[in-house]
Nanobody, 121 residues
Framework: EVQLVESGGGLVQAGGSLRLSCAAS????????IAWFRQAPGKEREGASC????????YYADSVKGRFTISSDNAKNTVYLQMNSLKPEDTAVYYC??????????????WGQGIQVTVSS
C-alpha cells in the first residue's frame, strides 16, 4: 500500500524558510512522480511542485518558481520541498502525492494526510 508521510511544516514569518519532507513507502520509488499540492481554506488545490523519479524532471507553479526547490533522495525514498522567501499567500495545507507516471502530468491518485504551513505577515 502506498504510504506518504509529510513532515517539516509549521509557523514561519514572512521571508523565512521551511523544508518539507515526504517519506514514501509501499511502492517502487523510481516508477513514480512525486508532487506537492497545497490547499488554502476556500481555495482549490494547487500543484506547487513535482519531480519525476524516473528522469529527474521537475515542475514548479509560477507562484513558487524561484523560491521553492524540489529534490528527491532515492536512497531514502524521500522527497523534499525547500521553501524560501515565504509569503503569507503560501499559507496552506501541503500534501505529498504520488502517481505512477514518468512525468508530472495528470492528477495524482495517492495522497498523504497533509501538513500545515502558516506564514505570518
Amino acid at each position: 500500500e502506498v504510504q506518504l508521510v509529510e513532515s517539516g511544516g509549521g509557523l514561519v514569518q514572512a521571508g523565512g524558510s521551511l523544508r518539507l519532507s515526504c517519506a514514501a513507502s509501499g511502492f517502487t520509488f523510481d516508477d513514480y512522480a512525486i508532487a506537492w499540492f497545497r490547499q488554502a481554506p476556500g481555495k482549490e488545490r494547487e500543484g506547487a511542485s513535482c519531480i519525476s523519479n524516473y528522469d529527474g524532471s521537475t515542475y514548479y507553479a509560477d507562484s513558487v518558481k524561484g523560491r521553492f526547490t524540489i529534490s528527491s533522495d532515492n536512497a531514502k525514498n524521500t522527497v523534499y520541498l525547500q521553501m524560501n522567501s515565504l509569503k503569507p499567500e503560501d499559507t496552506a495545507v501541503y500534501y505529498c502525492t504520488a502517481d505512477r507516471v514518468r512525468d508530472c502530468s495528470g492528477y495524482p491518485t495517492n495522497w498523504g494526510q497533509g501538513i500545515q504551513v502558516t506564514v505570518s505577515s
